[in-house]
């Protein structure tokens, strides 16, 4: 089934006002024993921006991920979420509180989508906004109008193992979207996939984040999947080597 048919222009939600740092890494620095995982990064992302970060396996590019995204702490450095007109200290808040955000101010879609297998698609689509407080009938419905805008329409109730690895990372997608945060991070989204469903799950990871103003972080090995968006940043032994715009971020 081909996802543009079903995908209107714009997603189901916006983020009003996309313009200036969303997400700033500064200085950041992660050791594992002898190993240094990152030696340095600086880092600022614009709102409604997609970022790809590639480099060689090992080059940092997961711990620099999970730093932004508050898995991980730094050992020195600093990560700002500009948002709702505030600024939050992501690298400062305790692991209870880096969790709220993970939970409500970020989206996540990784190389295997990571989906619960008891529940159904719109389930898990759902449960981002059930755990933040929504009733479940409207997390439902919402789930579901994601889920149709990504052109799983009649899908809703599948079981991840009823549905194929594209349309798994289209839940994800989805998944991620759905609390409307203002970054969505992917670490190797596409990994698993064929270069067409590959092709298929960036266009919509692509439509559904930025077409609703919010800006993706994406770790990926593929060139052409880099190449899809604004900004391509590449690491060597845990440091930006090179830094490269592209493309123009909608305003
Ligand atoms: P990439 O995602 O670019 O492949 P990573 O960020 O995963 O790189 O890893 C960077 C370096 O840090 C690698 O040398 C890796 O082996 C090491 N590393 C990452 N996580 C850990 C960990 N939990 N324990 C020990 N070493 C780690
Ligand atoms: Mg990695």
Same mark, same amino acid.
């Given at each position: ?22 997400? $700033? ?12 995982? *990152? ?6 992302? /614009? /709102? ?15 711990? *620099?991920?999970?730093? !932004? ?11 700002? *979420?500009?948002?709702?007109?505030? $600024? ?11 969790? %709220? ?57 599948? /079981?991840?193992? +009823? ?10 997608? $989805?998944?991620? +979207? ?9 670490? %190797? ?10 092709? %298929?799950?960036?266009?919509? !990871? ?5 077409? /609703?103003?919010?800006?993706?972080? *994406? ?30 971020? $909608?305003?």
């Amino acid at each position: 089934m081909d996802a543009t048919t079903t995908r209107g222009a714009t997603p189901p939600q916006q983020i009003a006002d996309p313009a200036g740092t969303v997400l $700033a890494g500064h200085g950041l620095t992660k050791t594992y024993g002898p190993t240094v995982a *990152l030696a340095g990064v600086d880092l600022a992302v /614009r /709102r409604g921006e997609s970022v790809a970060v590639m480099g060689t396996s090992g080059s940092g590019k997961t711990t *620099l991920l999970h730093c !932004l995204a508050g898995i991980l702490t730094p050992d020195s450095g600093s990560v700002a *979420l500009y948002d709702d007109g505030g $600024a939050v200290a992501v690298h400062a808040r305790s692991a209870g509180g880096r969790a %709220e955000l993970r939970r409500s101010r970020y989206g996540f879609v990784f190389q295997q989508g990571l989906l619960l297998p008891e529940l159904t698609a719109a389930e898990n689509v759902a449960l981002p906004l059930m755990l933040g407080g929504v009733d479940r009938r409207e997390a439902q419905a919402q789930a579901v109008r994601w889920l149709e805008w990504l052109g799983l329409a009649g899908m809703t109730d599948r /079981r991840p193992s +009823q549905l194929s690895g594209g349309q798994q990372q289209r839940v994800a997608v $989805a998944r991620a +979207q759905v609390v409307g945060p203002p970054v969505v991070f992917a670490d %190797e989204p596409t990994g698993a996939l064929d270069s067409a469903t590959s092709e %298929e799950t960036m266009s919509a !990871l692509l439509a559904a984040t930025t077409g /609703r103003g919010g800006t993706l972080v *994406l770790v990926t090995h593929d060139e052409s999947v880099a190449a899809r968006c604004h900004r391509v940043v590449r690491l060597h032994d845990g440091q930006i080597v090179h830094d490269a715009t592209t493309g123009e971020v $909608a305003r």
